[in-house]
């Protein structure tokens, strides 16, 4: 069992940054790829990057050019580094960790973080 805890949300303006993180309480972290997903109310819950045990990263199209994805194994910690924030951007954000293979898909992912509100006012 894998427990993830997410930091970092809060209310920011559009434009601005935030920085959030995910810590596991694994000692085998670096075999778990990782993803951040997000979802508001109503909505289906969706990709914003996701990154494999090798580093490698992937990003939803909204992501792209705004946000990094990475990951510092000696920590246990997964970041999501945010800029240009939208409006658009506003939900919450979730932490998700799987064994080895990484995966676009979030049914793939066993475990989840309760989630970090990220607001991004006009």
């Known amino acids: 069992q894998v427990q993830l805890v997410e930091s970092g949300g809060g209310l920011v303006q559009a434009g601005g940054s935030l920085r959030l993180s995910c810590a596991a309480s694994?000692?085998?972290?670096?075999?778990?790829?990782m993803g951040w997903y997000r979802q508001v109310p109503g909505k289906e819950r969706e990709l914003v990057a996701v990154?494999?045990?090798?580093?490698?990263?992937n990003y939803a199209h909204s992501a792209e050019g705004r946000f990094t994805i990475s990951r510092d194994n000696a920590k246990n910690t997964v970041y999501l580094q945010m800029s240009s924030l939208k409006p658009e951007d506003t939900a919450v954000y979730y932490c998700?960790?799987?064994?080895?293979?990484?995966?676009?898909?979030?049914?793939?992912?066993?475990?989840w973080g309760q989630g970090t509100q990220v607001t991004v006012s006009s």
């Open positions: 990154i494999t045990v090798g580093g490698s990263a």
């Open positions: 694994t000692n085998i972290f670096s075999i778990y790829s």
């Open positions: 998700a960790a799987k064994r080895w293979i990484c995966s676009n898909y979030a049914g793939n992912y066993a475990y």
